[in-house]
């Protein structure tokens, strides 16, 4: 689980990027990221978040986004992107494989 | 179309994604302070935080971006110039998408007037939402 909190744009989600790929490199191949704390984001982090996406995938892993705030949401969907991404509501939910 | 609106409120942020914060707060206190719903708030913050990144990643601002606030006719309009052209495409696989198919979709699923003007050889990018105007003291 990866703890994000503050406001994600072209500026800070690099370094969502970096923590995420980081993970990946030492192996992980299953990340949630607990969103509940993201007052702003754009879709410079929704690239950052395919990205992260992409390489899990290629692993056979997953991203799962945990808690995403109504505006961070909204941002998904007018994308279509909260039809690729899973998205669950509490850390309760996560998937337990 | 561009003509600017009356009491208008300016900043000017140089060309640098550190500087989207600031774009973003000086949006959302005019959005705030002429009381429009929280929802435009965060939609309007979300064009500033978007119009200006694009304009960043084209490398069309390298002095900086002008974004403007102000009333007119009980709408605040916002203009924020040099706007890039962003990409005019529908999303078609959002996995595959641009940033700048993104950008656009965003931002003209949330302001479908959105408009883009041309002035005086650079382009404006141009809202208007309803403003209640500033509260009473």
């Not at chain 1, 990027?17 to 982090?45: E, H, I, K, W």
């Amino acid at each position: 689980m990866v703890t994000i909190a503050g406001e994600l744009d072209l500026h800070s989600s690099p370094q969502l990027r970096d923590r995420v790929l980081g993970l990946v490199n030492d192996g992980v191949d299953r990340v949630a990221l607990d969103m509940s704390g993201v007052g702003f984001m754009d879709s410079s982090t929704l690239g950052v978040l395919v990205t992260c996406l992409k390489r899990l995938r290629e692993r056979d892993g997953a991203l799962v986004l945990v808690s995403v705030p109504a505006s961070p949401m909204k941002v998904l969907t007018l994308t279509g992107l909260d039809r690729v991404f899973e998205v669950v509501g509490s850390i309760d939910e996560l998937p337990t494989s | 179309m561009a003509t600017p609106p009356v009491e208008v409120l300016r900043i000017h942020i140089p060309a640098s994604p550190a500087h989207l914060r600031d774009a973003r707060a000086f949006i959302g206190a005019v959005a705030r302070h002429v009381r429009c719903p929280d929802e435009t708030v965060e939609d309007l913050r979300l064009l500033a935080s978007e119009a200006c990144a694009q304009a960043f990643d084209e490398g069309i601002a390298p002095a900086g971006i002008d974004l403007r606030a102000g009333l007119e006719s009980a709408a605040l309009v916002v203009e924020i110039e040099p706007a890039a052209r962003f990409a005019d495409t529908a999303i078609g696989d959002p996995l595959d998408a641009s940033s700048g198919e993104r950008r656009w979709a965003l931002l003209t699923a949330l302001f479908p007037d959105l408009e883009r003007a041309e002035v005086d050889g650079s382009t404006v990018l141009r809202v208007r939402v309803p403003g209640e105007g500033p509260a009473s003291a």
